[in-house]
């Protein structure tokens, strides 16, 4: 398996402009998260889905902040509109059921916006 | 509050000289706990977990982690670290509600030559 495939890897973006994020989890996970990680604030869970559904998307920090998983093989994370605050790698990870598990990242999606 | 706790920002060890990444937990069951580490422009990547059993797990690039369960502790251990293993290490424990993980603030390690 190719592993959690992101997409793309790094972004640069204009205030106000929207910006979409892709993820592939691994095949046969059932689980799939989006986290942040910035110095200040580290890992922030944003969301996370169960068989495409969103479970807990407490962690989101705002209405400009979306998530979809279509189905079992892609999930996106929508910025709009986009501010600099919003700058971080954003990481997806997935898993499956066994709790005895752990998460695979992907490699991440450094965010730049000016 | 769910937590885990990793006291340590920074950790700075000679090459060739033990290393201890501490980490402690507050999670209510029996967690299950993992470590990971994060090369620069890197995601995380599994080093090891506990689940049950032996105290002392191995996992991958020679590293070991002790679990105490009265003391609630994963240290991440190495005897002899290497300038390859600065990376920045994460602690993370898997609770009641298994679907979700609680992480570290992460603890950057830096191995001097």
């Known amino acids: 398996d190719a592993g959690v495939i992101q997409s793309p890897r790094h972004e640069v973006t204009e205030m106000g402009q929207e910006v979409t994020l892709r993820c592939k989890p691994i095949?046969?996970?059932?689980?799939l998260f989006w986290y942040r990680q910035t110095m200040m604030r580290g890992l922030e869970l944003l969301i996370y889905?169960?068989?495409?559904?969103?479970?807990?998307d407490s962690g989101m920090p705002e209405d400009r902040f979306s998530a979809k998983m279509p189905n079992a093989s892609f999930s996106t994370l929508k910025i709009q509109p986009s501010e600099p605050r919003d700058s971080a790698v954003y990481f997806c990870?997935?898993?499956?059921?066994?709790?005895?598990?752990?998460?695979?990242f992907g490699s991440g999606t450094r965010l730049t916006v000016v | 509050a769910q937590s885990v706790a990793q006291p340590e920002d920074q950790v700075n060890v000679a090459e060739g000289n033990p290393l201890t990444v501490k980490c402690t937990y507050s999670v209510s069951g029996n967690p299950y706990l993992f470590w990971y580490v994060q090369y620069p422009n890197r995601g995380l990547q599994f080093l090891l977990k506990y689940i049950t059993g032996d105290n002392l797990v191995k996992g991958s690039y020679g590293f070991e982690a002790e679990f105490n369960k009265s003391q609630t502790s994963f240290h991440l251990k190495k005897p002899s670290a290497l300038v390859s293993d600065s990376a920045l290490y994460f602690c993370a424990a898997r609770g009641y509600n298994f679907n979700k993980f609680y992480f570290g603030s992460g603890t950057k390690l830096n191995v001097k030559p």
């Open positions: 990870a997935s898993s499956r059921t066994d709790r005895t598990e752990g998460y695979t």
């Open positions: 889905f169960n068989n495409n559904v969103p479970i807990d």
């Open positions: 095949s046969g996970h059932d689980y």
